[in-house]
């Protein structure tokens, strides 16, 4: 295993590094400082402002753009990076520290998992009207998958169709939490519905290019996430009725939805996990600095009760999480996805987690201001929690590690 970076990831990594310190994090605060007011300071603020992205927020992703951090996560030289997903690790890492870190460098779910579909999957003619535009930052987009009507944790109950019709396609069904979708730059979605009920239980759905101002789409309503809306990008419930569209917006033909939605989760889990060791960093280090700022019955907090052996559990834990994210990058660079599912799925459980774990520690020692606004804590938490689900929930992807582990043992038998 060989989990060093190359000089150019760790170029990038001190750049990344310094960006961030010095413009976005300024950024973050303020934001974070305006939505802590109080209603009567806000009362002047419309709602649709929270959907909208400020000026002073473009202007920092110009910026990005032109210092050459952009689209870090794609392994390509010519139109992102071109680093492996043990190179870019570190940088998720690190942009997982902050919420916003990740879009100001055009690096933010769902927009990097939609790039990657269109990547390796997309025609010309796809790639020319809807990757070039995503990669330059100019439209955002949403992916719709899960449905509020069936378990969908088990994605072949999907209910909603992508039936062909002739030279058209025909969409019909209801998608919930379809992260970006409230976007004010949210173009186009991707969609994923049951195209051949008959076909090999893999083989049945596709995925369908759908610009979102094609008749029939409806946005019903913006879900929160436990009292979070995430906004401008948020989540949402989306229904499409009779929704017609030109056979060449299915994806890679009918039939492939399966396939193309295991190549899109592969990098973007490892991703999520990284971004997750930034999250738990940020909070072990606010942790710290709390408890060694505060006193309380004649102590510093970190010397009271169990604080300091929370401290070490805490390092433990995220310095082995590092590892086990690495080691699944490295698997992916160096077997492909076959050879990684495994891992990628012990990433998947163990990585949430521990940021929780971690997260609800931080706000413990902040006390009330840990629930409030004043911190990132709550929106960490639950961002943690989330992710839980997100992606398939952890006894998904427990699942799937003990068919590996058992199919050892099961072989031997045989």
């Known amino acids: ?6 000089e150019r990831s760790r170029e990038l990594l001190e750049r990344l590094r310094t960006f961030i310190a010095t413009e976005v994090t300024p950024l973050e605060q303020r934001i974070r400082a305006a939505r802590s007011e109080t209603p009567e300071q806000r009362r002047d603020v419309a709602a649709a402002d929270l959907w909208s992205v400020s000026p002073e927020y473009r202007e920092l992703q110009r910026k990005a753009r032109d210092q050459g951090l952009w689209n870090l996560f794609l392994p390509d030289a010519e139109l992102g990076a071109g680093l492996t997903n043990v190179e870019y690790a570190p940088l998720a890492e690190e942009m997982g520290r902050s919420p916003f870190a990740s879009a100001v460098f055009n690096c933010d779910a769902p927009d990097t998992g939609n790039m990657e579909v269109l990547y390796h999957y997309g025609s010309e003619a796809q790639k020319q009207k809807w990757l070039r535009p995503l990669l330059d930052g100019e439209i955002r987009s949403a992916f719709c998958m899960t449905e509020p009507g ?13 039936v062909v019709d002739g ?21 186009i979605l991707i969609f994923m519905g049951l195209t051949d009920p008959d076909a090999h239980r893999y083989r049945r759905h596709s ?3 759908v610009p979102i101002d094609t008749p029939g789409v409806e946005v019903e309503r913006m879900l929160s996430t436990m009292g979070f809306y995430d906004e401008p990008g948020g989540h949402g419930e989306v229904s499409f009725t009779d929704v017609r569209l030109p056979l060449d917006a ?28 930034g ?23 970190i010397d009271l009760g169990g604080n300091r052996e929370r401290i070490a559990d805490a390092r433990i834990a995220i310095n082995q999480l590092r590892l086990l994210v690495l080691n699944a990058a490295w698997l992916l660079d ?4 076959a050879g990684a599912r495994s891992a990628v799925s012990e990433i998947k459980v163990a990585a949430p987690r521990v940021a929780q774990q971690v997260v609800d520690f931080a706000i413990q020692i902040h006390g009330g201001a840990g629930m409030s606004g004043d911190f990132p804590l709550a929106g960490a938490w639950t961002a943690a929690r989330a992710l839980r689900l997100a992606d398939g929930p952890d006894e998904v992807h427990q699942g799937l590690v003990a068919r590996f582990e058992l199919a050892k043992y099961t072989e031997a038998v045989k």
């Not at 193309?260 to 999520?272: E, F, K, N, S, V």
């Not at 160096?334 to 996805?337: C, D, E, R, V």
């Open 1 to 6: 295993m060989d989990f060093g970076q190359t």
């Open 150 to 162: 069936v378990a969908s944790s088990d994605a072949t109950n999907m209910a909603a169709t992508a």
């Open 167 to 187: 030279d058209e396609v025909v969409l019909n069904g209801r998608k919930w939490w379809s992260t970006g979708i409230g976007h004010p730059d949210c173009r």
């Open 207 to 209: 995925m369908v290019l």
């Open 250 to 277: 299915v994806i890679a033909g009918p039939g492939r939805g399966f396939e193309i939605a295991q190549g899109r989760l592969g990098p973007g889990r490892i991703h999520h996990c990284m971004r997750l060791v």
């Open 279 to 301: 999250l738990a960093e940020h909070a072990l280090e606010l942790a710290c600095r709390r408890g060694l700022e505060r006193t309380a019955f004649g102590k510093r907090l």
């Open 334 to 337: 160096t077997q492909g996805l």
